[in-house]
T-cell receptor, first 115, second 115 residues
Framework: GEDVEQSLFLSVREGDSSVINCTYT??????LYWYKQEPGAGLQLLTY?????DMKQDQRLTVLLNKKDKHLSLRIADTQTGDSAIYFC???????????????FGQGTTLQVKP | SAVISQKPSRDICQRGTSLTIQCQVD?????MFWYRQQPGQSLTLIAT?????????ESGFVIDKFPISRPNLTFSTLTVSNMSPEDSSIYLC????????????FGPGTRLTVL
């Protein structure tokens, strides 16, 4: 299919780990991104991973990439109430010989963190 | 990183009128984009803003409805023309910067309501 897919909702308890999953579509995508959107705000770039990597860790965030299955995940360790937001994954699709590439977004996963 | 500002942050407009949204980036930019986020939805790319030439529009978006200017590297405008209630959305400016072309940043968005 053409769509980047995410589950719509995830609820966790404060202090637990959260894992948000994403399936993308273009095996030639160069970069994959995770963005956070809090209510009434724009998008904050959390992290990204180059397609030839399979893992990237940045403080509480761990990104895992399974290129064979076109599956991306974001793990948030020790989830806090401030992590409550919508999380979008996006793939940067290559466009022929051009290096521009445009971002295609999933529909977003709403993370609810319960105290 | 880059700081992207947009003006206005929100507006309420009458149908049939037009609104121009401004976007300013604080870094040297390689590429600028305009996205739309309809209520409760993901982001859809409207167009790539090209410096000194016509923007490149995505399928479903046309220049007459969404004229875009980019007179210099760091500034762009998007006009939503002849508005209808269906144009009520968040419009987001986005950019990649020279020192970190792998990363794509977003402005805070302009929340448009058309009555």
């Amino acid at each position: 299919g053409e769509d980047v897919e995410q589950s719509l909702f995830l609820s966790v308890r404060e202090g637990d780990s959260s894992v948000i999953n994403c399936t993308y579509t273009d095996s030639s995508s160069t970069y994959l991104y995770w963005y956070k959107q809090e209510p009434g705000a724009g998008l904050q770039l959390l992290t990204y991973i180059f397609s030839n990597m399979d893992m990237k860790q940045d403080q509480r965030l761990t990104v895992l990439l399974n290129k064979k299955d076109k599956h991306l995940s974001l793990r948030i360790a020790d989830t806090q109430t401030g992590d409550s937001a919508i999380y979008f994954c996006a793939e940067r699709r290559s466009e022929g010989s051009s290096n521009t590439g445009k971002l295609i977004f999933g529909q977003g996963t709403t993370l609810q963190v319960k105290p | 990183s880059a700081v992207i500002s947009q003006k206005p942050s929100r507006d309420i407009c009458q149908r049939g009128t037009s609104l121009t949204i401004q976007c300013q980036v604080d870094s040297q930019v390689t590429m600028m984009f305009w996205y739309r986020q309809q209520p409760g939805q993901s982001l859809t790319l409207i167009a790539t803003a090209n410096q000194g030439s016509e923007a490149t529009y995505e399928s479903g978006f046309v220049i007459d409805k969404f004229p875009i200017s980019r007179p210099n590297l760091t500034f762009s405008t998007l006009t939503v023309s002849n508005m209808s209630p269906e144009d009520s959305s968040i419009y987001l400016c986005s950019a990649r910067v020279q020192q970190a072309d792998n990363e794509q940043f977003f402005g805070p968005g302009t929340r448009l309501t058309v009555l």
